[in-house]
């Protein structure tokens, strides 16, 4: 007998027949001989609908009252569920976020789990019920509804997982798993049978739609086993575990690529101390993530450096550093957008040495310019033209010895919490 | 400074319109000095809805789930009206039932309010809210969330006004407060300033659109000043309170009636101890509620009683007396369904002998034959058959002095919870 944590996401239970269907499988799941905790996210299209209803009354309304509001989408969910459960013939109990126990910090929109006291849960458990809980949501200590943000539900699961001490938290989702790459570029991409959270982490980007990056962060750090599986069939999926079985040869498990990506570069900047920590403190008091650094030599006492963040940013970045010019003098900026970074992503690459060697060999071949580099452990990351994306993607996964003989059929990526 | 709970009902709220103007009365309230409890229900169609949706994953839902499901609607609506009163310049904070420390009995749909600890409330008050509460709902002591049942939002209005010691307790809806009689029937219905608890009470069935008859109980018990009163205008509304002052020369408040009644006579009962008890705890045991009860005497050991119930309960309540008749041996049993119960209500009806034969004089003038009667204190009740009911309400009206020369407009009673 297993105790296993299942999660499914707001399109899975979008409508009375695929809530049937989840339902069904937890039955199944159950009936195999395992105790079952289930995480639910809030139906389709609840979320927006609640946030368009809200707008209407106050377009910039207290975090507090969204979370008050937000929060019975998923309370939604999760009575359906156990009804529909209920209703095929088995037993089930819906908590909220504050009844499973879920504390989080008092912060607002975008909590973090501070503790899980899974008493009702494992009481709940014993008396053979399928325990349903709501996701992306939790209570202070105080007794206030937060909810936790983007990716939520992910965390959510993954968290009870750890207190509960699972054997495993299964991500339901639209896709078989987690791919070497995004199949709608790439027809022959390879699905992982088992990934580390490291390698999880750097596939992000592709992952984004299957996994939420802080999902896996937590699942590392309390060493839960993660599974992401599809809701439409039960082929095995991905497992993302610490020590990830490495496949013959495979030393490069994915590609990753990110899109809209900036470059602003900041010219004949004078070299004193604290240069660079002035420039990115004052980027990030105003909210802008910065992605790779690079600082050329000094040349006469001046340095150049660059650094890349997304397309939407640039402007407000510039606009940043136009306003610390008394404080860190330079000649000039200059800046490009249209850009986009493709990484390659393996645990075998510290051990490999020419890995990186193989990408830039393969990008040169397209005739394609490399603007900018950044490694690290289990990565190398390119920055070009967006452009050529496509292409360069496809020659990368065939140098790496990714391409499969099947061609994957993928839909668009869920809406995720 | 006064401490005022204002309770709104759904269709007060159903609209961004709506919701706007409830928020701003809130805030003109506060703005005259006072401090501010709310209690306000489920939007509109949103309880409905939820049912709806409900029923196509499980026709009979496990009353638990229920709760979870339906306790989402007070809770959107709390958050929304927070968010509206925020976006109008004032300081809101808004509570589900838990949070506002509603406990109530272990029993989900028509649990009872068994306990408030208001700390959360009084301290959100000092910090300057007006403080939200969502109607309809409350925890147990384990934590499980339930509802109230009908009347659910005006029970948790007076319950409030209770627990925090409440000047008054304002019950908003869609007419100016409690009338004579129901001003559809008599055009010229006079509006109450000022009623007991038990005409209230008696005036349940007029006063079910504005206030629910556990309410009141609720009220009378606690001794909490109510004001029906309308969320279209500033007009004064009506006092319910345990001494009403008695307006010049009105002895009848009210002019209550029922429709829908059926009378059931058991003929030739062996006249033996404890039959009655068995014929009503038959009834009541399978839920059926019996009104006014007649018993003709006894002749040659045999009796025949009468009694008045619910039209829809008659044939289900003629197979329940089948079904005792090995205990209870009868001749047989006759009903007459397509009845009327019209009742005068006075708290002066008391100390004024000859009031009920005004009534049975009215009434006869008519030509209408009186079936069953029934009497207490602040009541007198008549039988009659459904198609002269009109009529005889307003005879009666006019026989007891209660025509006013304003002609009243109101609509449809609102939906209540």
């Known amino acids: 007998m297993s105790l296993i944590v299942m999660k499914f996401g707001g399109s899975s239970v979008g409508s009375t027949e695929r809530m049937q269907r989840v339902a069904k499988r937890i039955i199944k799941t159950k009936e195999a001989g395992n105790r079952v905790v289930v995480v639910v996210s809030a139906m ?52 909220t976020g504050w009844q499973a126990g879920i504390v989080t910090e008092a912060v607002h929109a975008k909590a973090r789990i501070s503790d899980i006291k899974p008493t009702r849960i494992f009481n709940a458990l014993d008396e053979g019920n399928v325990v349903i809980v709501a996701g992306f949501q939790g209570m202070t200590e105080e007794g206030e509804i937060t909810t936790l943000g983007r990716g939520g539900s992910d965390t959510t699961a993954v968290a009870l997982a750890a207190a509960i001490n699972a054997d495993v938290c299964e991500i339901f989702t639209d896709v078989d798993g987690v791919y070497s790459t995004d199949p709608r570029v790439v027809k022959c991409a390879r699905k992982l049978n088992s990934i580390s959270y ?82 990115f403190g004052a980027l990030a008091n105003n909210g802008i993530d910065v992605d790779i650094i690079v600082q050329s030599g000094v040349l006469e006492g001046k340095a150049d450096f660059s650094f890349t963040l997304s397309s939407s940013d640039a402007d407000r970045a510039i606009e940043v550093i136009e306003g610390i010019r008394n404080e860190v003098p330079f000649r000039e900026t200059t800046s490009e957008t ?47 033209a967006a452009e050529p994306l496509n292409d360069v993607v496809r020659a990368l996964h065939t140098a790496y010895g990714l391409d499969t003989a099947e061609q994957v059929f993928v839909g668009g990526p869920s809406e995720r919490r």
Request: with cysteine; aromatic share 2%.
């Open 338 to 384: 249209n850009l986009v970074k493709v990484s390659i992503v393996g645990a075998g690459m510290v051990s490999n040495p020419g890995v990186a060697a193989t990408m830039f060999d393969a990008i040169s071949k397209l005739g394609v310019s490399i603007k900018m580099v950044s490694t690290s452990e289990i990565k190398c990351s390119c920055v070009i």
């Open 44 to 95: 389709g299209d609840t979320t927006d609908d609640l946030i368009d209803q809200s707008k209407q009354l106050n377009p910039n309304p207290p975090a507090r009252e969204m979370d008050m509001l937000l929060t019975t989408g998923e309370q939604i969910s999760v009575a359906l569920l156990s009804m529909t459960i209920h209703q095929l013939g088995s037993q089930a109990v819906s908590y």
């Open 198 to 279: 490291d390698e999880m982490l750097e596939l992000a980007h592709l992952g984004a739609a299957v996994l939420h990056p802080r999902a896996v962060e937590y699942a590392k750090h309390n060493n839960v086993k993660l599974v992401v599986r599809s809701s439409f069939n039960e082929n095995e999926g991905t497992t993302v575990k610490e020590e990830a079985v490495m496949e013959q040869g495979v030393v490069v498990s994915g590609i990753a690529f990110d899109k809209n990506v900036a470059r602003i570069s900041i010219l004949g900047v004078e070299d004193v101390p604290g240069v660079l920590a002035k420039v």
